[in-house]
């Protein structure tokens, strides 16, 4: 535990970060700025990053007389921080009327203390699949080439090959061509949700854009089977996920996964077959579970009906299917996790923690992956139409709240491999 809270941190619009040593650095909780405990603070993991917040002021403690005031010495910064790891509070900071919409990145609270920088957040997944010491960018490109050249006619490994590992850098495929761990198989160009936040399309009125394009073809269940076959063969703990960033809802090809999913486990019995989705369709997930599928992911910003659907803005389907999805796959003895984006004054309202231990019991849920939220907080308030938020836990308390009462709950920020949801949970993965 640190000693004392750390300096706020401001930036001169030249991308050059300072600490203003007159002022500790507040937290943001829901619509509010408070002092963060100082058990609550962390080194700022490696592979974090720092970010400019522009038109922006950050909120801070005088460190002489206590009082609120904001940093007038230049514009707010915020800390980017690495998976597999929740953040408590989000950055405090006030906004300037014509304050551009921040992208899609979560917004953590960030200060200086010692000469290193500090975010109040926990590391939550002792999986290491995604640190970034663990990629070596070289041996990335040798596997893309090497792979290219097995599947020349495979539009899939093509797309996780130029835009997923090479472009976008995502670590799923970078672990792919890397012949490891899980391997992301997106297969939907459409989607029956429509998220304000959405990843993988944003609306041309919208000023912010998409971190990745969404997938632009169909692929078909053999072009699935021949390079995912290979992978649950030969990968340590290995998994493959359909249901990516780059895409749109895999339950939206339910007939191609399944046909797919059949295939594969005529030819390999090893591994996890697992789905990230919006959980809109309970008899598709029917459907996959008869195929083969071993686990189940459902992305949601909330476990309250008006606050999901606000955000998601479903498409003839609603809350009570993903519930249901959820209890198929208990139903099927598959695994089940949350991807549940953490909103510190949101997700931990009183309200939000009785919903959650309301569908912890109803579901027999796994797993929560306790996910940052990629998104400008002021937008996404404004956006489901929450002008003050209420009561809160705090995010430390409600993690150990739900940890206390439901100790077979499973925490962390990745799918499990098998080797986890069947056996030792507890796996030693410094020698993953
Ligand atoms: S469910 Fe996923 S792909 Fe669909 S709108 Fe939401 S974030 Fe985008």
Known sequence: MIEQSPYILYSDGNGNIFEDTSLYTTGRTGWDALPIPEDEWIEL???GQLYELPGRRGIGIDVKTGEMRLCDKGWGVAAFIPPAHTGFYMS?????????????????????LNDK??????RIEQDIRQDCAGYDQSKVEFGVDALLKVYPHNRLVDHLANNCALT????AARNYFLGRWECPVPTSPACNANCHGCISFQPEEETIVSTQDRLTFK????????FTVPHLE???YPIISFGQGCEGEPLLMWQTIAAAITEIRKHTTKGSININTNGSKPDAVQELCEAGLNS??????????????AYYRPNNYTFEDIIESMKVVRRNGGWVSINYFVFPGMTDSVAEYEALRKLISETGLNMIQWRNFNIDPDWYLGKIGVHETGEFLGVKQLLELIREEFPDVKFGYFN?????????YELDFAHH
């Not at 976008?168 to 670590?171: A, G, K, L, R, V």
């Not at 499990?416 to 030792?424: H, I, K, L, V």
């Open 45 to 47: 993991p490696e592979g």
């Open 92 to 112: 405090a900071y006030e906004t300037e009327p014509n304050a551009p919409t921040l992208p899609l990145f979560c917004y953590t609270a960030a200060g200086w």
């Open 117 to 122: 920088f500090y975010v109040p957040a926990t």
């Open 168 to 171: 976008y850098q995502c670590p």
């Open 219 to 226: 692929p078909s269940a053999e072009e699935i089977v021949e």
């Open 234 to 236: 030969t990968a340590p």
């Open 296 to 309: 189940i992911r459902v992305s949601t910003n909330s476990v309250q009906k008006h606050i999901y659907e």
């Open 416 to 424: 499990p491999p098998a080797e986890r949801m069947t056996g030792n």
